[in-house]
């Protein structure tokens, strides 16, 4: 097999799989394949970037296969490491980070960077990404060898090193068969196409089917030719070294996993024979805090040299493709440049499909249910269907009422993505970034472990830090200033804010002439009823007493510093719907008439009392309209609604009320 490469300016051809585990030192080159034509222009920095880092072949030979088209859409860089080079996983991942930052030091940050891994290769490109947190944007990995240590290598591994040299040469080509190629996937392949051209030549002569049955085992030949190989790449001493090196990488990210947050998209073969891969992917995306699966039916470790396996493809239909990285806000200050959940910098927005796969399941359940409509206020006072009047103008704070349970925001997060490109940051309870699990039963560094979709886009913990860095880099802000409280309502408090007195959103908003927009929103409080609250639950003999050990078990406090409210006391303890549950009502949603703040008024008490006010009374006349307005929809009554909008297969939304 040869391949075109470019290395140092240059191009050459005629080079042997050999080639690549040759030389001194570990190195990146330019895979430029030829397959009878060429297959697309010279990568530039125009693209994204993508490096690919192979399993421990160290030849990327294995997606060869996936090059053509990954060169069309990526400028691709393949790794290799010589046969005889002993680096230690950490040198790897420093020779990865160095060849990374010389790269990009004339790239614009809006240039996406990709790391592709295949089994080993998967290993370092999430050890990459640990240790490069803003350089790496978005992770492919393929049968990753993170479940190295639950497969049978490391037990069988060393035994392979202890065969005489004549016995290792002969038995290693089969027993790592899998790692270069998939016979029973081929063998398929080369059935299916003989028998697709008898079909089309039916009357074929003798001579004629019998050269193409010899073409097409020929394709085997070419396919079982690079195993032959394998003891060459792989000699006894490097073998073992390898397994060294797969060891050492998955104990180093087995405890990082959680803390890994770039998008990452696992694809695995479900009939992977060398390592549990298809296990691997719903572990990894149980751990990894932004992770989508792709499990291929049928296929091994080697897929990536399967015709039928396209990865590119495959990326393209996940939305896991973008040319450009469009971000929430430009970090006004370097604390901003560090993209992270559960922090206050700049995040990453989504694609359009991203979007889509993340409002499956509950979401798109809970949209079903309640069609949600959405209304906006221009600065004349008129409101419009849709979110067209929403103002511009950066920072925006957009300030609420919780809804009992606070169901309603994983709509309207996607809402706002879908329909404005907007990604709201919400400010959220300190104790949805609570420690998170580590895969090794030990602790990691905080991330989201609650309200999904919020989280994943951009939720940080309420505080006064945290929304001044928010409205400093100009971000789209959401505040629910009930909080906890006002999402866990006593029995007679629908629609009721539970606000602090003290204006201190105001003062906030004005230190950097946002604008805010009160958000008013109906359609949960009465359609529930509530047998116990709180209150209730606690004066109960025996539970009331587990319950108050609860609420003083280490859950922080939201409200701290000048956010400190004494009237209001934050109520852990979730009220108890009445059952059966009534049919769910339909959600509205108003955005009311925007309120301008000036920094010049943030110091005029009487100004920032009369715009807390005027807030309050947004969110408030807000609530009444929607109430009010809703009698006037058709299709307010579930069982209407249901039948109108499923009668279309659910892709047509029943109408509403006019405003």
Aim: hydrophobic share 35%; glycine share 10%.
């Amino acid at each position: 097999m040869s391949l075109f490469f470019k290395e140092g300016g240059k191009v050459g051809r005629g080079v042997s799989v050999m080639d690549y585990v040759s030389g001194d030192n570990p190195a990146f080159f330019s895979p430029i394949p030829i397959w009878g034509q060429e297959q697309g222009p010279i990568p530039t920095n125009e693209k994204p970037l993508m490096l690919f880092l192979p399993g421990i072949d160290s030849t990327g030979m294995t997606a060869i296969q996936q090059f053509p088209a990954l060169l069309k859409n990526f400028d691709l860089r393949s790794f290799s490491v010589p046969t005889e080079d002993r680096t230690s996983f950490s040198g790897l991942v420093d020779i990865v980070e160095k060849f990374l930052r010389q790269e990009l030091e004339s790239s614009p940050p809006s240039r996406p960077v990709y790391l592709m891994g295949e089994s080993f290769g998967g290993v370092m490109c999430l050890a990459v990404a640990h240790r490069c947190p803003t350089l790496v944007h978005r992770l492919v990995i393929v049968n990753p060898a993170t479940s190295f240590s639950r497969s049978i290598w490391p037990r069988l591994g060393p035994l392979l090193n202890d065969l005489p040299d004549n016995v290792y040469n002969d038995i290693l080509p089969v027993v790592l068969s899998p790692l270069m190629t998939d016979v029973v996937s081929i063998g398929q392949g080369i059935a299916d196409r003989i028998a697709e051209e008898r079909a089309q030549q039916p009357e074929a002569d003798a001579l004629t089917q019998l050269g193409q049955l010899v073409g097409s085992l020929s394709v085997v030949g070419e396919k079982l030719g690079n195993v032959s190989t394998l003891s060459d790449i792989l000699p006894k001493p490097t073998l073992s070294w390898k397994f060294k090196l797969i060891e050492q990488g998955s104990q180093y990210v087995e405890s990082k996993l959680g803390s890994i947050l770039q998008r990452v998209l696992v694809v695995c073969g479900e009939n992977d024979r060398l390592i549990p891969s298809a296990e691997e992917a719903a572990r990894l995306a149980r751990f990894l805090p932004r992770c989508t699966t792709k499990i291929l039916p049928g296929k091994g470790h080697a897929m990536l040299m399967d015709d039928d396996v396209d990865i590119m493809k495959i990326i393209e239909e996940k939305g896991f493709y973008t040319t450009e990285r469009r971000m929430s806000a430009s970090p006004k200050t370097k604390k901003g440049n560090k993209e992270s959940l559960g922090y206050a910098g700049p995040m990453e927005l989504p694609t359009a499909k991203e979007v889509e796969d993340n409002s499956e399941g509950f979401v798109n359940t809970l949209t079903r249910l309640t069609s949600p409509v959405f209304f906006s206020t221009g600065e004349d006072g008129r409101v419009l269907r849709g979110l067209g009047a929403l103002p511009d103008a950066r920072p925006l704070l957009v300030v609420g009422n919780h809804q009992t349970f606070a169901p309603d925001l994983g709509i309207l997060v996607p809402q706002l993505l879908k329909e404005k490109n907007i990604m709201i940051r919400g400010l959220a309870h300190p104790f949805i970034f609570g420690k998170r699990e580590s895969s090794d039963g030990g602790a990691t560094p905080p991330t989201p472990t609650g309200l999904g979709l919020l989280t994943s886009y951009g939720a940080v913990p309420v505080s006064p830090k945290n929304m001044y860095q928010l409205l400093e880099n100009g971000e789209t802000v959401l505040l629910y200033p009930g909080g906890i409280r006002e999402a866990y309502k006593y029995r007679g408090e629908d629609y009721q804010l539970v606000w602090p007195n003290r204006p201190e959103v105001i003062r906030m908003a004005a230190r950097f002439n946002a604008t805010i927009v009160p958000l008013s929103a109906i359609g949960v409080d009465d359609g529930l009823d509530i047998a116990l609250d709180g209150r209730e639950l606690i004066n109960l003999p025996f539970v009331g007493q587990r319950l108050q050990q609860q609420m003083g078990n280490g859950i922080p406090g939201a409200r701290k510093g000048v956010a400190l409210s004494e009237e209001i006391k934050e109520n852990w303890v979730m009220p108890l719907p009445s059952f059966p549950p009534k049919l769910p009502g339909r959600f509205y949603f108003l955005f009311g008439k925007p309120i301008k703040t000036s920094r010049d008024d943030m110091k005029n008490v009487e100004v920032v009392q009369a715009q807390y006010d005027e807030l309050k009374s947004g969110v408030e006349g807000g609530i009444q309209y929607l109430l009010k307005k809703r009698k006037s929809d058709p299709y307010n009554n579930f069982v209407q609604r249901t039948l109108y909008e499923s009668s279309f297969d659910w892709k047509k939304q029943a109408p509403t009320f006019d405003p």
